[in-house]
């Protein structure tokens, strides 16, 4: 009996990678209008005070943890839709040119562009998971749940770390990393706001200590989650193999309690004042409720990607998630563009949450107006094309 084809693309997959490239920007926009400071305490800025306090509520109810926690899952998804599950496998050195170039791509992000770069991790992860593809489902849901729980553990040990901070220490390490002061702060916006190379010692920093905090506190969870991924890959899950009515009530009670989870996380860091030494509970809630919640929006796309009707609302998507890479990318540009100096206009902490909010709207509808177009006349993204040049080493026809 001759072996089925190999099916190279599945729309469900680029749908809900255009969903999440989208979901991801909305909360980067924070860290592209202000210092990073502000995704997790936002009340350093007076304008929170105004309209910032619904934004910023949304976006951590809606979409903090979230999207990036479905890009994870799909990246894992696609090392086990690009190698498969042979061993040994003729794929195995293209795989691995294909994790080099994607970190000297990330790398040059982080450090030439902005310093909140997912590249480089995924890359290293991508290396260290590929062998795990072979495994079964239940398998990767084991050992996945026991990265993420372990990776708990060294999350939860920062906070409880206070205990044994001395008061300056503590002082220190606020200042540092969690609510500087307005000298401080004015400093920092105006390295921002200088021009390309007079910054890029400042943010090269930046990137660098960004590294180290996602290296520690987010490595596990990163590789828990791929092999969450590769788990629901093979089991159908994202390839539409359950019914519309499975995946939208499962979506629908998933989405649900991560919500309500997500919501009181938010509302805790309020009602602490965002104290650095009190907000464990809600970061604990917003940890465990964004794993709920991503899996409830997985299931709801997938539930209506089943929907033929809705085929031409979910082809924007589609295409926007199949130049996933150089939509990413693009974002970053729009970023630095908008709010960092020269070559840029400089307006970081001087455009307001509602001003935030329009941006977001409008380059979600930029992606989902030229990625179409795009792809309609080309095979792969720009980025993509790209690296994937790289990783074969020659040129790839980019016409279709």
């Known amino acids: 009996m001759l072996a089925e084809p190999r099916i190279d693309r599945f729309e469900s997959l680029d749908v809900l990678r255009g ?96 310093y909140g770069d997912i590249l480089a991790p995924y890359a290293i992860a991508g290396f260290l998971v590929a062998g795990a593809r072979r495994w079964g489902p239940i398998t990767l849901f084991i050992v996945g749940f026991i990265l993420i729980i372990f990776n708990f553990g060294l999350f939860s040990l920062q906070s409880m770390g206070f205990d044994y901070m001395s008061p300056e220490e503590i002082a220190e390490m606020k200042s540092q990393m969690w609510a500087p002061g307005a000298e401080q702060l004015t400093e920092e916006l105006a390295q921002y706001r200088s021009g390309f190379f007079e910054r890029l010692p400042f943010t090269s920093q930046a990137a660098f200590m960004s590294q180290m905090m996602q290296g520690l506190f987010l490595a596990m969870r990163t590789i828990g989650v791929m092999m969450l991924g590769m788990a629901l890959f093979k089991t159908g899950y994202l390839t539409l193999r359950r019914s519309t009515g499975v995946y939208l009530v499962i979506g629908a009670l ?117 990625s179409p177009i795009w792809m309609s006349v080309f095979r792969y993204g720009p980025a993509e094309w790209v690296w994937r040049s790289l990783t074969y080493w020659r040129l790839q026809p980019i016409l279709k």
């Open 254 to 370: 998933c989405a649900g309690i991560g919500l309500y989870g997500s919501f009181w996380a938010s509302q805790q860091f309020i009602g602490t004042g965002f104290n650095m030494k009190e907000i464990l509970p809600g970061q604990s809630a917003l940890y465990w409720s964004s794993l709920i919640q991503s899996f409830g929006y997985v299931s709801i796309v997938m539930g209506l990607c089943k929907i033929d009707a809705l085929r031409l609302l979910r082809a924007p998507f589609a295409a926007a998630g199949r130049m996933a890479l150089s939509n990413y990318l693009l974002s970053t540009f729009v970023g630095i563009f908008i709010f960092y100096g020269p070559p840029g206009l400089g307006k970081i902490g001087t455009v307001s949450f509602d001003g935030l909010a329009a941006i977001t709207g409008a380059l979600w509808l930029f992606i989902l107006t030229w």
């Open 19 to 114: 969903v999440a490239i989208l979901g991801i920007f909305a909360v980067n926009i924070f860290a592209f209008g202000f210092p990073w400071y502000v995704i997790g305490n936002p009340s350093v800025f007076e304008e929170f005070f105004n309209s910032g306090e619904f934004w910023w509520t949304l976006s951590t109810t809606a979409f903090q943890f979230k999207f990036i926690t479905i890009f994870t899952m799909l990246f894992g998804a696609g090392i086990v839709l690009f190698l498969g599950t042979e061993k040994p496998n003729p794929k195995t050195p293209l795989h691995r040119r294909r994790m080099f170039w994607l970190f000297i791509i990330g790398m040059m992000h982080n450090y030439l562009l902005w």
